[in-house]
């Protein structure tokens, strides 16, 4: 969990609550059109996600108790329910039966006088081992970081590990009479983000947890989710990223190349600013866990660059992470927040502020003699597109121009499969989100001559909020006999890229305008093929209109 003063973090410590106190200030004014929106009002609507999953109004960032339980994703997040911008972070709540079409519900744990509630995770207690539960039942436990103000016994920012159980299927949460259930010895102002697992070797609880500031993910270990035993640390020698924050830490083991008896434990760990696209980003390592100690391999040198770490996403809008707990069959199911802390302040969208990225699945393959993650849309997703019609062109050449594709493969919200064959092109890709005139769309090409894939949103329509909001982002990615295919996820407000069966994504958000829905190709100094091209349009609503997959649980909020 990150907060917006954090970006400051190079100043003297009393220069960032004022710089982070200015900033609030101008947020809050820049929020204010949209606090006064009529009924009748839906704000920026061009750009609400279709596929994507956004509160109706305010504030949103990190994902949270991620969690599977009786029939249904739950989707916990930072949240504020008073605006749109960050400050009072309660943890709001999304359902769905099937990580597609999400229920908005009432905010689950609200910010008090005395604490706010970051990020954290849930876990379904299956045997009752906290006792939270009645008897014989299985009580949902949030596992989440307090943030103590002024009167809670903690000084003032303070961040400790606390707990709030639900015996109703995470309708309502309760807190625990003796939190917090985890403090450091001196107490910390950047200990958070604590992710639980059940380690079933040891049979017992596992957590991951950081400090933040220190570039350190501890580990510790419970038999009962209340009292917590420490492990141990991970960290990195001679950390390049020194004044950046490690944040949003998962521990969790994949089979690798689909053998479930030779396993690997995988730790994901978000960092910001110093992503391999700029600002925020997840990076992985892949080692081995003894149930005491997780030790990495292949880790880059010391004083490397980002390029040599290995990231979950290498656009610029994937941050925060994680996977959710219970998930059907065993699938390492991840989620993560589609925005970067660089800019997320100040993305033009009313009456919200925040996305989540396209739920994905997990794998682990050797890939160049390493093992890799691999990523791909999850199944529900496939099955959507693949029960749309669609328009689909077996061969296209082109020769040092840009060719329009038919008609009936305008839109804002699809679905894009194509494979890519450079030949003797310089560059070839394709361009989504286009402008009638040319002028204007996301492009996505191949360099022959450097072996990247590239998306380049410079020219993808409304770009000037911030100068941070940066223009063009870079995989390597060497062709496979000379062709390379992409599945390309386009929404209301952005562009996801799954490149080479999912040895790489980039994700990036766009805010074009309504109108600019054409797709062309092009190749740029020589000839390239196209082939296999199939476009799924998946959203029959009107530009400007709220998706029909969307809907708020109207009711009283839970209490805290």
């Known amino acids: 969990m990150q907060d917006p003063h954090h970006r400051f973090i190079r100043t003297p410590r009393f220069l960032s609550a004022l710089l982070f106190a200015a900033l609030t200030v101008s947020v809050t004014a820049c929020a204010t059109p949209s606090e006064s929106l009529s009924a009748g009002d839906t704000g920026t609507s061009q750009w609400r996600s279709a596929l994507h999953y956004t509160p109706q109004r305010n504030w949103m960032n990190d994902p949270n108790g991620l969690v599977y339980y009786k029939g249904l994703y739950h989707l916990f997040y930072q949240y504020n329910p008073n605006g749109n911008f960050w400050g009072d972070m309660s943890w709001g709540h999304a359902t769905s039966p099937d990580l597609v079409h999400w229920n908005e519900q009432p905010v689950a744990m609200y910010a008090n006088e005395i604490e706010e509630i970051f990020s954290g995770s849930i876990v379904v207690d299956t045997h009752n081992t906290s006792g939270l539960g009645p008897a014989n039942s299985s009580p949902l436990i ?49 200990f958070r983000d604590p992710k639980v697992s059940w380690y079933a070797p040891g049979g017992y609880w596992l957590m991951t947890t950081v400090v933040a500031d220190a570039h350190v993910v501890k580990m510790y270990r419970s038999d009962n989710l209340i009292d917590w035993a420490f492990l141990s640390d991970f960290s990195l020698r001679g950390i390049p990223h020194q004044g950046t924050l490690w944040e949003m830490p998962d521990l969790f083991p994949l089979p690798l190349d689909g053998d479930s008896r030779h396993q690997k434990w995988v730790m994901l760990v978000n960092v910001n600013p110093w992503s391999i696209a700029g600002g925020s980003g997840a990076m992985y390592f892949v080692g081995d866990f003894d149930g005491r100690t997780f030790t990495p391999e292949h880790v880059a040198p010391t004083g490397s660059d980002p ?230 349009n998946l959203s029959s609503d009107k530009p400007g209109t709220r998706p029909s997959r969307w809907r708020a649980v109207t009711g009283a909020a839970s209490a805290d």
């Open 142 to 190: 949030a596992l989440y970081t307090s943030v103590y103000k002024a009167g809670s016994g903690h000084a003032p920012g303070t961040q400790a590990q606390s707990l709030a159980y639900s015996t109703d299927d995470g309708q309502t949460w309760h807190k625990y009479s003796r939190n917090p259930v985890l403090t450091l010895d001196p107490e910390s102002n950047n």
């Open 307 to 536: 390029s040599q770490y290995q990231w979950l996403d290498h656009g610029a809008d994937y941050y925060a992470a994680g996977t959710f707990a219970n998930a059907p069959d065993g699938i390492a199911l991840t989620i993560g927040w589609m925005s970067n802390w660089d800019y997320a302040d100040r993305i033009p969208t009313t009456p919200w502020k925040g996305a989540m990225a396209l739920p994905r699945a997990l794998a682990l393959k050797t890939i160049d003699g390493m093992p890799r993650l691999t990523f791909a849309p999850v199944e529900q997703y496939a099955s959507l597109v693949r029960e749309r019609p669609a328009t689909r062109i077996k061969e296209l050449a082109v020769w040092s121009t840009a060719k329009a594709l038919d008609p009936s493969t305008k839109g804002i919200v699809q679905n894009i499969d194509v494979t890519i064959s450079p030949r003797s092109a310089q560059r070839a890709g394709l361009i989504v989100r286009g402008s009638a005139s040319g002028d204007l769309g996301t492009r996505i090409f191949y360099d022959t001559t450097s072996q990247t894939l590239t998306l380049d949103r410079s020219k993808s329509g409304e770009t000037n909020f911030s100068s941070a909001f940066s223009k063009q982002h870079i995989v390597n990615l060497p062709l496979e006999n000379g062709k390379l295919h992409l599945t390309v996820v386009v929404d209301r407000n952005s562009v996801e890229v799954f490149a080479d069966n999912g040895r790489a994504v980039i994700t990036d958000l766009i805010f074009p305008a309504p109108a600019d829905n054409r797709m062309s190709v092009f190749a740029d100094h020589g000839e390239a093929m196209f082939s296999d091209i199939v476009v799924t």
